[in-house]
Antibody
């Protein structure tokens, strides 16, 4: 079955960077775009961007341009999200999610990782 | 402030029906597919509806979606206590160039 398993919780100081992994299994890694979505307490989800695991192409929400980097390692079917220059309002649960489309983006997500809590605090 | 507007909360008795609305604009709901998710505390969001009105396998037909113009709705019939969760709509916004989510609606089953 399709699984997305994320790395564990992180506590970071303001100004630091965090890198979250999303290991996939149960399907061909290069067949579906992967997205990253975060949700801060009391707020709705916020889309951060996507990566094409096949060719490595990426697209980021303008809000995160210059601070977020999405990468992937096809040899281990894993995607990564790195967010730099962390601020307290970056504290949130970060999710990876698999796009429903095969080789194209539908921006609709049937499979999600379990979420990674990132706390930014001095 | 979310681009997509949802009521903060809805409630209904077990066994009854509830409808959650999602209001947007021509650049998002009006021109793109809408999906719906629910999220239980501490659990990842789960897709309930995609392409406005389609259900993924495993989602019961108690859940249905519809779209008209710049508004979408999620209907849940025969409410169960296990349906208590936060519900979110989402769609692509062509003007902003981002996937946008509603602020979420908390469903309480009385």
């Amino acid at each position: 079955q399709v699984q997305l398993v994320q790395s564990g919780a992180e506590v970071k100081q303001p100004g630091a960077s965090v890198k979250v992994s999303c290991k996939t299994s149960g399907y061909s890694f290069t067949d579906h775009y992967l997205h990253w979505v975060r949700q801060a307490p009391g707020q709705g989800p916020e889309w951060m961007g996507w990566i094409n695991p096949d060719r490595g192409g990426t697209s980021y929400a303008q809000k995160f341009q210059g601070r977020v980097t999405l990468t992937r390692d096809t040899s281990v079917s894993t995607a990564y999200m790195e967010l730099s220059s962390l601020k307290s309002d970056d504290s949130a649960v970060y999710y990876c999610a698999r796009d429903m489309g095969s080789t194209s983006n539908w921006f609709q997500f049937e499979y999600w990782g379990q979420g990674t809590v990132v706390i930014v605090s001095s | 402030q979310s681009v997509l507007t949802q009521p903060p909360s809805v409630s209904a008795a077990a066994g009854q029906k509830v409808i959650i609305s999602c209001s947007g604009s021509s650049s998002n709901v009006g021109s793109n597919y809408v999906s719906w998710y629910h999220r239980l505390p501490g659990i990842a969001p789960k897709l309930l509806i995609y392409d406005n009105d389609k259900r993924p396998s495993g989602i019961p037909d108690r859940f249905s979606g519809a779209k008209s113009g710049t508004s979408a709705t999620l209907a849940i019939t025969t409410l169960q206590t296990g349906d208590e969760a936060d519900y979110y709509c989402a769609t692509w916004d062509g003007s902003l160039g981002v996937l946008v989510f509603g602020g979420g609606t908390t469903l309480t089953v009385l």
